[in-house]
């Protein structure tokens, strides 16, 4: 089944492309904004979702957003970032996570899984702890530090911990872990799977020649380096419905945060070649991201220096990949305002648009976005219960500020 979609092959909508609706396989989205993964490190010990996590993705659902990413749920316990990551790993996470879903879909929205492996950036602090590797101090708390796993031994940042380089065992094992996190999202109601394979986690250490030293059949060249992740999209598809969508987070290439010179590490070029290769084994989407693989964050550093951070700064390797191959994507980055995400969409660079931070400043994004494209001059798309009450609210000369 083709989940290709071309955009000047599709319905022309008489309002704003951002609002029209698409589908992927079976799954139907309701506009294209979708709620970006953001962790949110709120889990409870065991890696659990509680009545935090239901208030805080139900509110996007209910904010207008077509598509409601969780966080990463981590597939294996090593592969956690901080110890309040939320889990996928077992069955008990599946019924927490139903309650999720199900409010999501009721609220109109498509309810998607970030499934996750911290790999060389596992094991650290919470980001307003320090963001560092966990320490003696976390540990006297009942939080210790374990070894993280990656393509090769290494540290991620200065000072944080040195992985362990993984065994063709540890390889099949977390293949294995992939592939029992899907059955257990479809168990818990999901209806897409996001790969976070980016921004130097366990993924991204396989793939970029910065990270993966490898000389056997996982490393050596692009091919070996490519190859966890295409087997890792074989065993999704064998075990995620055949009608419900995957999407692939990819930096699309690397920043370094360490040095101030170009290098030769992964490329724009690569990322058209591993998509290929991914739409092959039945992945649907690129969820284009760039940087991370080395230090703590992906935006930061030598990103923030060579581009400024600039609004859109990412969407060009949404299109250069949309264009390449003619597989969807979907556009991440200071995406600001419906304008912006507007004219992402209609000049056919990206088929979804993800909005995070700005989606924390504002769950009802969406929404607002819809008013100032002049596409909900009635309060229509609001719930009733919100809806009326904004009409009053116009209806009576209240000004329409917004901070």
Same mark, same amino acid.
């Given at each position: 089944m083709s989940s290709v979609?071309?955009?000047?092959?599709?319905?022309?909508?008489?309002?704003?492309?951002?609002?029209?609706?698409?589908?992927?396989?079976?799954?139907?989205?309701?506009?294209?904004?979708?709620?970006?993964?953001?962790?949110?490190?709120?889990?409870?010990?065991?890696?659990?979702?509680?009545?935090?996590?239901?208030?805080?993705?139900?509110?996007?659902?209910?904010?207008?957003f077509g598509c409601v990413v969780t966080e990463g749920l981590i597939v294996d316990p090593v592969g956690r970032a901080t110890w309040g990551d939320l889990g996928i790993?077992?069955?008990?996470?599946?019924?927490?996570?139903r309650r999720i879903t199900d409010f999501v879909r009721s609220a109109g929205a498509v309810p998607a899984a970030q499934l996750h492996h911290a790999g060389p950036k596992a094991a650290r602090q919470r980001p307003w702890e320090g963001f560092g590797p966990l320490t003696e101090v976390e540990a006297a708390r009942g939080e210790p530090a374990w070894v993280p796993l990656s393509s090769s031994a290494d540290r991620s940042a200065p000072g944080w911990h040195l992985t362990r380089e993984m065994t063709l065992d540890d390889i099949e094992a977390v293949i294995a872990a992939y592939g029992a996190a899907a059955r257990r999202a479809d168990s818990a109601g999901f209806d897409v799977i996001d790969i976070h394979a980016a921004h130097g986690y366990l993924l991204h250490s396989f793939l970029s020649p910065v990270a993966n030293r490898r000389t056997d059949g996982y490393g050596a060249d692009i091919d070996g380096r490519m190859r966890l992740l295409l087997e890792i $999209? %074989?065993?999704?598809? #064998?075990?995620?419905?055949?009608?419900?969508?995957?999407f692939f987070r990819i930096s699309c290439v690397d920043w370094r945060a360490d040095i101030e010179e170009p290098f030769d590490g992964w490329t724009i070029e690569d990322s058209c070649r591993l998509t290929r290769e991914l739409h092959r084994r039945g992945?649907?989407?690129?969820?284009?991201?760039?940087?991370?693989?080395?230090?703590?964050?992906?935006?930061s550093g030598a990103a923030a220096k060579r581009t400024g951070l600039k609004r859109g700064f990412q969407v060009p390797y949404a299109a250069a990949i949309r264009r390449e191959t003619g597989v969807p994507t979907m556009a991440v980055g200071v995406i600001l305002d419906g304008a912006q $995400? %507007?004219?992402?969409? #209609?000049?056919?660079?990206?088929?979804?648009?993800a909005i995070g931070r700005e989606a924390l400043f504002d769950p009802h994004w969406v929404l607002h976005a819809a008013r100032d494209l002049g596409a909900d001059e009635d309060w229509a798309l609001w719930p009733p219960s919100y809806g009326w009450w904004l009409a009053a609210r116009e209806r009576i000369g209240i000004a329409q500020e917004r901070g």
């Open positions: 979609h071309k955009l000047e092959e599709m319905p022309q909508p008489s309002g704003p492309r951002l609002l029209s609706p698409f589908r992927l396989r079976d799954v139907s989205f309701r506009n294209r904004v979708v709620l970006s993964p953001m962790q949110v490190y709120q889990a409870t010990p065991d890696g659990l979702a509680n009545d935090w996590h239901l208030q805080h993705l139900g509110k996007f659902a209910v904010g207008g790993w077992s069955d008990d996470h599946i019924a927490p996570l $999209a %074989e065993t999704l598809r #064998a075990n995620w419905p055949e009608g419900k969508a995957i992945v649907d989407l690129i969820d284009c991201s760039s940087g991370g693989i080395r230090g703590a964050t992906s935006m $995400a %507007e004219g992402i969409i #209609a000049r056919g660079e990206a088929d979804l648009v």
